[in-house]
């Protein structure tokens, strides 16, 4: 057949061909179809695009996808391509990617998670709970968001009807402390709850990563914000409110407004690194992702917030949804599998702390993975204009591969867009199986997966959900069930591809050294996004012997004693968690507030029992609403100086080495010695304690030892 190409294959003969199948389809004539034109100009629907294929495999006797009308969504293109496929054997010249060297970027270290997602996933911690148990978040619309049967039809046609029930919704998000935000009851009125979101989990974000938000003031940090949905509330307010309560009120359009999403944030932190909101759909958190890297490798900043959110307001949002029928019938995202027939809405807020990896290890942040590349590319002009292309699909992971110097077969595991669609899905599993299949050995299965088959999917916070996901199936070692998959859609060649989709909670087996999985989000405008994420490097940490001294501190009593009770609760559930570094965050990363309590343990058990019993003898509850004065340790000279004084504070108390160090720097020209390997030295096995007697230990008088350091330097003294 090949050989007979030249002579019988032109791209006439299959322009003509192709002409006359959509023809025969719309009931037109074929002098009537424009070849440049996409086939959805033409009313083609998913089945005509897959009963083409077929037509297409049954004329040249080759095997082509389900998906290939969305790949060349054209007559012209498709008929290039079918002939370059001919003559070459499948190779499109067209599309190969360019054997370029891409400069391999610096990595970026991912020190901290806040998150927001429906099933009570309000931490990291429960988040990994509700992926790791398999938990499907999707429930029935809310009552307090709209009576869902005033708006239900089965008949997805029915004017004004939806025809869903369900969503994965989050709950309470009426609920937020403006005052801890500085902020009046009334702005935070006119504050969509998508800003109010944002404020509390950054806060939490940089808590989970160590950091004292108030220290950050005035640093060169970056916000980076995908937000897709920013008229509803303004919306719901308008249809509530008389004209001139929200017209006169400046905050009302503040509240609404999507530039303000990441200037809030930077405005209350004190950030003055780039602050950029960005709406590309369904790939916004993911795109900020790339452009935050960027921006980290650039120098524009040194350190990044990068979030996503998304809430639904108004059944009207639901209503058009149900009119494209984009959703599907249950809420679930069935990805995947036969069965799926759209997404489900789901809602939620995820925001990430990035750090340059060298710094963020210098600085011993706690690494939780690293992104190692990342790219964006465009669909350019696929069959309609919410369509996917799987060859921009494949360009933009060829893409992120090459940024990053990773083999397509050392990834393990995908997280996938996954939105749930018929034929999107294959489009999706075509592509991963195109770039990541050369090198992959025969037992090699890429894993493959998506959180939206948990909490929906969450629009503009798709990309940071997923990402988050993976993190911390990196974190933990285990890769989480994909649900809703019980039979396989047929328009995916399984047959021909080495991806497995996990039912079930299993380890997180890799080839390589390391385990190294990417991220996908696409946008419904067109735009990509494909991350590199690789599991942080192991770092090994000694226990502390010594007393951890644990201090809380919150701006109300109620606050504290919500805190204190976070505190009992994370260290009955991580056991192995090192106590010092425990008192470190708590103490170095937190921000300190008037009401405060501390307590002296030696042990976890100690610790929580003191945080349970709240023993007034051992646990210091107080408030002051002074200025935090530093601490001076003052040793006057009077009385005996002994060798070994003060070692503890020396070795373990950074700041109170660094200024024995400097005086013993001044000293050294008079006394022609190092006064430290005089108070400490190397000899002394270990250091006295403070209830033995340090009478037998040797004295030092340091007025003779600067008389003779002076004689030393001026013999005629």
Request: hydrophobic share 40%; glycine share 6%; aromatic share 8%.
């Amino acid at each position: 057949l090949v050989q007979e190409l030249p002579s019988t294959y032109t791209v006439g003969v299959v322009q003509q061909w192709l002409r006359e199948q959509i023809a025969n389809l719309v009931l037109r004539s074929p002098m009537e179809i424009d070849i440049h034109q996409p086939f959805h100009a033409y009313g083609l629907e998913s089945v005509d695009a897959v009963g083409l294929s077929a037509n297409l495999e049954d004329w040249l006797h080759r095997s082509y996808a389900p998906t290939l009308a969305y790949d060349y969504p054209t007559i012209a293109l498709l008929a290039q391509f079918l002939v370059d496929d001919l003559a070459s054997s499948g190779r499109t010249k067209a599309h190969e990617m360019k054997d370029t060297a891409a400069a391999i970027g610096e990595p970026i270290a991912i020190i901290g998670i806040g998150c927001r997602f429906p099933g009570g996933a309000n931490t990291p911690e429960k988040f990994w709970e509700l992926l790791r148990s398999g938990y499907d978040a999707v429930a029935p619309i809310p009552s307090e968001r709209w009576k869902s049967d005033d708006y239900y039809h089965p008949d997805p046609e029915a004017s004004g009807k939806m025809y869903t029930r369900h969503g994965a919704f989050l709950s309470e998000i009426d609920k937020f402390d403006a005052d801890f935000f500085g902020l009046s009851p009334h702005e935070a009125m006119r504050m969509e709850p998508q800003q109010r979101l944002l404020l509390q989990v950054s806060w939490e974000a940089l808590e989970h990563a160590g950091l004292d938000a108030l220290k950050l003031a005035g640093s060169r940090a970056g916000v980076f914000i995908g937000y897709m949905n920013t008229h509803e509330y303004s919306t719901l307010q308008m249809q509530q409110q008389c004209l001139n309560d929200y017209i006169d009120d400046p905050y009302f359009a503040l509240g609404s407004s999507a530039s303000i999403a990441a200037g809030r944030l930077s405005y209350h932190f004190h950030f003055q690194g780039p602050a950029i909101t960005i709406d590309t759909a369904c790939s916004s958190s993911l795109v900020c992702t790339h452009l935050a890297c960027q921006s980290l490798r650039n120098k524009e900043c040194d350190l990044a917030l990068v979030g996503g959110v998304n809430t639904v307001l108004l059944p009207e949002s639901m209503i058009n949804a149900c009119k494209m029928h984009m959703l599907s019938v249950d809420g679930r995202c069935k990805t995947f599998d036969a069965a799926a027939d759209g997404f489900g809405i789901g809602e939620g807020c995820g925001v990430v702390v990035l750090k340059r990896f060298a710094e963020a290890l210098a600085d011993g942040d706690h690494i939780l993975a690293c992104i190692r590349g990342s790219a964006i590319n465009q669909d350019g002009r696929s069959n309609g204009i919410t369509a996917p292309n799987r060859l921009a699909q494949e360009a933009v992971i060829r893409q992120a591969l090459a940024y990053a110097g990773v083999a397509p077969h050392e990834v393990s595991y995908v997280e996938a867009h996954g939105a749930g669609t018929a034929l999107g899905d294959p489009i999706e599993l075509e592509a991963l199986q195109n770039v990541l299949q050369p090198g992959r050995l025969p037992d090699q299965q890429l894993m493959v997966g998506t959180v939206k088959t948990n909490i929906g999917h969450t629009a503009g916070a798709a990309g940071i959900a997923g990402l988050i996901k993976t993190v911390l199936s990196l974190v933990h070692k285990e890769i989480p069930a994909n649900l809703h998959f019980q039979q396989p859609n047929s328009h995916i060649r399984w047959q021909d591809n080495q991806i497995t989709i996990p039912t079930a909670t299993i380890p997180w087996h890799h080839s390589s050294s390391s385990a190294i999985a990417g991220v996908s989000s696409f946008g419904w405008s067109g735009t990509n996004a494909h991350v590199l994420l690789e599991e942080a490097p192991a770092i090994s940490t000694t226990e502390s012997v010594r007393p951890t001294l644990l201090l809380l501190s919150a701006k109300t009593p109620e606050a504290l004693e919500k805190s204190t009770q976070n505190l009992l609760t994370y260290l009955q559930q991580h056991s192995e968690a090192k106590l010092a570094d425990v008192a470190y965050t708590y103490q170095t990363g937190r921000s300190l507030f008037s009401h405060r309590r501390m307590l002296c343990c030696h042990s976890h058990d100690e610790a929580r029992e003191l945080l349970s019993t709240l023993d007034a003898q051992q646990v210091v509850t107080t408030s002051s609403q002074e200025n935090a004065q530093q601490v001076t340790f003052l040793f006057p000279g009077l009385g005996d100086q002994y060798l070994s004084m003060a070692r503890q504070l020396y070795e373990h108390e950074t700041v109170f080495c660094d200024a024995l160090k400097q005086c013993a720097h001044a000293f050294e020209p008079y006394l022609l010695h190092d006064i430290l390997d005089i108070i400490y030295p190397h000899t002394l096995s270990e250091p006295p304690s403070p209830q033995k007697n340090t009478s037998s230990l040797p004295r030092l008088d340091l007025r003779q030892m600067l008389q003779r350091g002076t004689q030393e330097q001026n013999p005629e003294l």
